[in-house]
């Protein structure tokens, strides 16, 4: 529990649990006057309901108030000002960081499961940016989940199914080369899929040829669906090298393909439900007309040669979704562009469903460049994601042959400190803003980088190796410098950031609350003397450890590693 939640709820019960905890919590204040406490309550918001004038409130609340833990709680004028007893509550956190392994986690989703789905890339084709941004993004989220108690289950939604893979399976019969692509898999299948694109402006014949083939294929043609799963499967291979460096795993792959059997029983759904219409062959869900407030464009179900579509292939996922995980929530990690078909497929299901529709939240994300250029997984006019990853990893190494040139393993730590400072990149602001960035800045020890907490943690975990005696957690904690209270409040603040995170499903708030931690730690280190044989020795080496504890623990949750040397 942090400050705001121990105060609002010793408001609460001074006042009868007349006023909720939230609404307490909201209204405490941080007053910049020190003199006025470490937190103030303003009661001019209880007027009303108690029928009193403020500085009767205070006054009268401030004798029912529980003290235990603060110096002194007093009341000025309208203002109730805490003070809090720092020696006892730095005690207690540094003891609980030191003896629980789940410090800051909580249970709150206990028995809930949240589907998440995540990374979602097409096959034959190179893995975006927003693909790689949702595998970062999803993952990271699906961490902080659980450190909120649920159950995860994260979906590797592959785009392998689909008109485009008739099309594919046509040009390779025309023009494919098996060696060829074995050498360049993604590269050369991108390309037939171009070239049987380009010819057929003349030969629309070829587009023909591509629907046959995807018939074929829905129909589970043989030699069609040999040809669909070597695509597959060399694409496949090249998203795992991605997804190993990033330390990603699914817990299903189960992509568009998986539902090929299950799309008719969706399509009678909604005709059972009275919600399908014909229109020139195909069948829509005609959104505009049943639903003329909102502003939905149709949703076409199935198109008039039959072939089923993106949003089709969604609405049997969900379904299949809800009725194998019965989930609490269903995330969609995908980017901002795809607004519009998150809120299109919800109001089919909402129209369709029974109320579960609106556990389905689309978690978008806005664009992000280096150097103003977009990166993918392949070679073009695009950076490739694995060149990044390179470069960053070069960086690290350079600086780490700086600072420290006798490391051990430098090859595997430049690896985690510059993969690590490509993901933090990636979360440490709001998703939804679009970001720029240079690869140099972002790999610095120094700066708002995740190299930097990285750093931090190393330090303390370097201290703690100097130090000539293990920390014992069963002394008791005395730290009488004001610099250790700002790391000690930071530190308390950990559980809430979890549970902000997740509520607001933004990595972005650990990561930010990381650097503060780390900047706090680093201001301590710059002015005390840690290593040093006094009285103290024992509780400032204890908060040292649990300031490396939350760091390790935090940038686990976004992903991204916490070597013990760099
Ligand atoms: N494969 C899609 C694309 O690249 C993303 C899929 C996102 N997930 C979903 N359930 N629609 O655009």
């Known amino acids: 529990m942090n400050f705001k939640q121990i105060i609002s709820e010793k408001l609460n019960q001074a006042l009868g649990q007349q006023v909720s905890n939230e609404k307490l919590e909201?209204?405490?204040?941080?007053?910049?006057?020190?003199?006025?406490?470490?937190?103030?309550?303003?009661?001019?918001f209880l007027a009303k309901q108690f029928h009193q004038a403020p500085q009767h409130i205070a006054a009268d609340v401030v004798k029912k108030l529980n003290a235990d833990g603060f110096e002194k709680i007093e009341a000025v004028g309208p203002y109730i000002n805490f003070f809090i007893q720092r020696d006892q509550f730095t005690s207690r956190i540094i003891k609980q960081i030191l003896t629980q392994a789940d410090f800051g986690k909580n249970q709150h989703g206990a028995g809930k499961n949240i589907v998440i789905d995540l990374s979602s890339p097409n096959i034959a084709k190179p893995m975006s940016m927003g693909h790689l941004r949702s595998t970062v993004i999803g993952e990271a989220i699906s961490k902080i989940a659980q450190a909120n108690g649920y159950h995860t289950i994260k979906i590797n939604f592959l785009g392998d199914w689909g008109t485009q893979f008739g099309l594919m399976i046509a040009s390779y019969k025309r023009w494919g080369n098996d060696q060829v692509i074995n050498a360049n898999p993604v590269d050369e299948l991108v390309k037939l899929y171009v070239r049987i694109n380009n010819e057929a402006q003349t030969k629309p014949e070829l587009k023909d040829e591509g629907r046959h083939w995807f018939k074929k294929l829905e129909d589970g043609d043989p030699e069609a669906t040999k040809l669909w799963s070597w695509f597959k499967e060399v694409s496949l291979?090249?998203?795992?090298?991605?997804?190993?460096?990033?330390?990603?795993?699914?817990?299903?792959?189960?992509?568009?393909?998986?539902y090929n059997d299950k799309m008719e029983p969706v399509v009678q759904l909604l005709a059972d439900k009275g919600l399908l219409?014909?229109?020139?062959?195909?069948?829509?869900?005609?959104?505009?007309?049943?639903?003329p407030d909102a502003n939905f464009p149709i949703?076409?179900?199935?198109?008039?040669?039959?072939?089923?579509?993106?949003?089709?292939?969604?609405?049997a996922s969900a379904i299949y979704r809800q009725d194998h995980y019965h989930f609490d929530k269903a995330l969609y990690v995908v980017g901002a562009e795809q607004k519009d078909h998150f809120e299109q497929m919800k109001a089919v299901l909402r129209l369709a469903g029974d109320g579960w529709a609106d556990n389905i939240e689309h978690i978008g994300f806005g664009l992000i460049t280096m150097n103003g250029k977009k990166m993918s997984t392949r070679k073009g006019n695009i950076v490739p994601l694995v060149d990044v990853l390179d470069a960053a990893h070069k960086l690290a190494a350079e600086q780490i042959a700086k600072k420290n040139p006798d490391l051990q393993n430098a090859e595997q730590i430049a690896e985690e400190v510059g993969t690590g400072a490509v993901i933090f990149n990636d979360l440490q602001n709001d998703r939804n803003l679009a970001i720029d960035f240079n690869l140099e800045d972002i790999v610095q020890f120094e700066g708002d980088t995740g190299p930097y907490v990285q750093y931090t943690h190393v330090r303390a975990m370097s201290i703690l190796r100097k130090a000539a005696q293990p920390v014992d957690s069963t002394q008791e904690i005395?730290?009488?410098?004001?610099?250790?209270?700002?790391i000690v409040a930071k530190l308390s603040e950990y559980g809430s950031a979890i549970q902000r995170a997740w509520q607001l499903r933004e990595p972005s708030i650990i990561a930010k609350y990381l650097l503060n931690l780390a900047r706090e730690f680093n201001s301590y280190y710059a002015n005390t003397k840690i290593l040093v044989a006094d009285m103290n020795l024992n509780s400032r080496l204890a908060l040292v450890k649990s300031v490396a504890d939350v760091l390790a623990s935090g940038l686990k949750l976004l992903g991204v590693a916490a070597p013990n040397k760099m």
């Open 26 to 44: 909201q209204l405490i204040e941080k007053p910049k006057d020190l003199a006025r406490g470490d937190y103030a309550f303003p009661t001019f």
């Open 237 to 258: 291979k090249e998203f795992q090298t991605i997804y190993d460096r990033l330390g990603v795993t699914f817990d299903s792959m189960n992509g568009e393909s998986f």
């Open 277 to 291: 219409t014909k229109s020139q062959g195909a069948e829509i869900v005609d959104l505009p007309k049943l639903l």
């Open 299 to 315: 949703a076409m179900i199935k198109r008039s040669d039959g072939a089923t579509q993106y949003i089709t292939r969604d609405l």
């Open 478 to 486: 005395r730290l009488a410098d004001s610099e250790a209270w700002g």
